[in-house]
């Protein structure tokens, strides 16, 4: 569900489940109250010469009392967890318009480009990188650089590629063959906020993920 960012509905999971405690209290209210009509029903057609065990309906009492403190429990509860959407929804506005690194072998594909930043942990003697689209099909396969550390790749696509989401794999070897390990981090605009199952996720180039999984940002320049 794509939201707008000003008005982004962050406690709409929340609120769901406020209304459950809600009907939940509704519904005990009304247990309570036949409650009360059964015993004063009861109360006035006992035997005076067998009464009735007033720690029965004591108990009742009180097991009515608990789950009402309980249900009133999951109401703070549930306000608690409200307001701390509402607050991460609100920080999240921060990202918008900015580019992100994010951990993912996917970046999205805008204006003809994708971006992607790939580190390798030693240094290779070989390094291919090859990007491919969501059927598996090989749109561009070149060499890459064989230093350890952090570098930047952007794959400038074919004319008439359309945007989407696109992988990029990195095989990294030394001399004797043997592998060097890599890791993928994609680049891209913050373009939405969106809710998902009652989280709060960035659209970066199309690819959703949490803010958490962010690693970098670089702030957009000023007009």
């Known amino acids: 569900m794509n939201t707008n960012p000003a008005t982004a ?12 405690a ?45 789950v009402e403190q309980s249900i009133n429990t999951n109401k703070n509860l549930e306000s608690l967890i409200s307001q701390s959407k509402n607050a991460e929804m609100a920080s999240a506005v921060g990202y918008l318009g900015n580019e992100v690194t994010i951990q993912t072998d996917r970046a999205g594909l805008r204006k003809g480009q994708a971006k992607w930043e790939y580190g390798l942990k030693t240094n290779a003697d070989e390094t291919t990188l090859t990007v491919s689209d969501s059927r598996g099909k090989t749109l561009y396969e070149g060499l890459g650089d064989n230093k350890a550390g952090l570098h930047d790749f952007t794959w400038n696509a074919p004319a008439n590629t359309p945007d989407g989401i696109y992988k990029l794999v990195v095989t990294a070897k030394t001399a004797s063959g043997s592998e060097v390990q890599s890791a993928i981090y994609s680049k891209g ?11 709060v996720n960035l659209s970066v180039n199309g690819i959703l993920t949490a803010a958490s999984n962010i690693q970098a940002i670089k702030p957009s320049s000023p007009l």
């Open 9 to 20: 509905p962050a406690a709409a999971a929340p609120a769901a489940a406020a209304s459950q």
């Open 22 to 66: 809600s009907k939940s209290k509704t519904k005990l209210a009304g247990n309570f109250d036949q409650f009360l009509t059964l015993l004063t029903t009861q109360l006035q057609f006992q035997d005076p010469l067998k009464p009735m065990d007033s720690s029965k309906f004591t108990d009742q009492l009180v097991s009515f009392s608990q």
């Open 189 to 199: 605009k913050v373009e939405s906020i969106e809710a998902l199952n009652g989280e």
